[in-house]
């Protein structure tokens, strides 16, 4: 990199370092959209703030700030609700080092908003989308990122169709994983990719957007087609032979930034390469420090993520009771080496042009897709074999309560029986917005 600012690559390799002595730990973030249950439209931003407020008043929550404007509800646990760009309600756990206690977490502090929303007509819905609102009914954030994104989104034409409904619409559970070193990143990393789309056939759940029904399994995974294409989807260049930290680090460093803070508010960023700001300068004197960097890898979303963690985000949400399944399944696989290492072989020759195709097949067909050579169905039964032998195997060494093999038994009927989560969202759909707000938010 040039010498015109002291942002070098070691400052840029530092955001995937291990720190020494790491342990594994796991944390969940759960998405929930914010449903007005008299008129079924996305609560506005002053009433996702009244919720917020009785997270403060009634249970020691402390504000989180954006500038001038209120977006979350830090818990004295350690976890921290996040208003949305659309008004989505995210709960972000703690780490911890079994999957038990993380689910745990979630689960305390969901139905605690739960019973907040209750009181005030909101239900907090589950799956992978709110499926009432259109994109002209979005509750959007009046924070200065939101306008910036858009803006930016908009400009990218077809690339960026579907930007208003990613942004305001999609939900998710989403599992973080630790690494321990550079090695154990890419080995993780590697399989994660690859076992991605797998995974996401077990989960299809958003049949139903802007009030129809749509034809496809997934139309959360469809419209992540159309939001800036280059810094979405497989990753694959962590499938390159001899791909390393350096290799990510080149990735991300060819796209641009969305926005940056300045003055302590969200602008608008150059829409240049970071590694040409880093040469070049952001244009108003100003370079890239590492904390734009560590803002500008929140601003790119594949299939799996890597910052100080590894997160998975390909899958939809399912419905409330199961909301740890997918923890327990990425733990089980990435956690024991024994399982890592059979589910690598297994997907191993899968390249990214098949892992790519089979997204879109998932999102239309769920287990009934094509992943390279393989059905999803074939391929998600031994995943979660093997899942259930890691799980198994860190019962054994004390690592995990015994239970948390139970978490797997949704998807393992899903499996089984192809009777897909989407499935069940749409046979309550068809019964009503009752039925539907009965089966498919957090209970009170």
């Known amino acids: 990199m040039g010498e015109s600012t002291t942002l ?7 955001v995937f370092h291990a720190p020494a002595g790491r342990r594994e730990r ?19 931003y002053q009433q996702a703030l009244a919720l917020l407020d009785g997270l403060v008043r009634g249970h020691g929550a402390s504000p989180v700030m954006d500038g001038a404007f209120t977006i979350g509800a830090a818990m004295p646990g350690g976890g921290t609700f996040t208003l949305e760009t659309g008004g989505a309600l995210e709960y972000s756990s703690p780490t911890f080092t079994t999957v038990a206690a993380a689910v745990a977490d979630v689960r305390e502090n969901m139905l605690a908003a739960a019973g907040i929303g209750a009181a005030q007509g909101i239900a907090l819905t589950t799956g992978g989308i709110v499926p009432f609102a259109a994109a002209d009914g979005i509750a959007w954030n009046p924070k200065p990122r939101v306008r910036v994104m858009r803006e930016y989104f908009r400009d990218l034409g077809p690339d960026g169709g579907h930007a208003d409904e990613v942004m305001g619409l999609i939900l998710s559970a989403q599992t973080s994983l630790d690494y321990v070193s550079p090695g ?7 399989l994660l990719v690859r076992a991605a789309p797998v995974a996401a056939a077990l989960f299809v759940n958003s049949p139903v957007a802007a009030g129809a029904d749509t034809g496809a399994l997934s139309r959360r995974m469809q419209y992540w087609r159309r939001f800036d294409p280059r810094r979405c989807g497989v990753l694959g260049v962590a499938l390159d032979p001899g791909a390393g930290v350096d290799d990510l680090v080149d990735w991300a460093a060819r796209l641009p930034m969305i926005y940056r803070r300045v003055n302590g508010s969200h602008v608008a960023a150059p829409r240049i390469p970071f590694r040409q700001a880093i040469e070049e300068g952001f244009g108003d004197g100003t370079y890239p420090t590492e904390d734009d960097w560590e803002l500008h890898l929140s601003q790119v979303w594949p299939h799996v993520r890597v910052r100080h963690t590894l997160e998975t985000r390909l899958s939809d949400a399912p419905p409330w009771p199961w909301f740890g399944a997918g923890a327990a399944l990425w733990t089980g696989l990435a956690y024991d080496p024994v399982a890592r290492a059979a589910a690598g072989a297994l997907l191993g020759d899968l390249t990214a042009a098949e892992l790519d195709r089979a997204a879109d097949d998932v999102a239309v ?12 169905q074939e391929l998600a039964r031994e995943l979660l074999r093997l899942a259930r032998r890691g799980l198994a195997a860190r019962v054994a060494a004390g690592l995990e309560r015994p239970d948390t093999t139970l978490l797997l038994e949704p998807l393992e009927e899903v499996c089984e029986t192809m ?18 707000l009965r089966h498919f938010s957090v209970p009170a």
Do not use: Q, Y
């Open 8 to 14: 070098r690559r070691p400052d840029l390799r530092r």
């Open 26 to 44: 796991v944390g969940i973030e759960v998405e929930v959209g914010l449903v007005c249950r008299n008129n079924l439209r996305n609560a506005t």
């Open 184 to 190: 154990d990143l890419m080995d993780k990393l590697r």
């Open 365 to 376: 067909k769920g287990l009934s897709a094509s992943v390279g050579p393989h059905s999803a």
């Open 419 to 436: 009777h897909t989560f989407a499935d069940r969202t749409l046979l309550a759909w068809r019964r009503g917005p009752a039925e539907f």
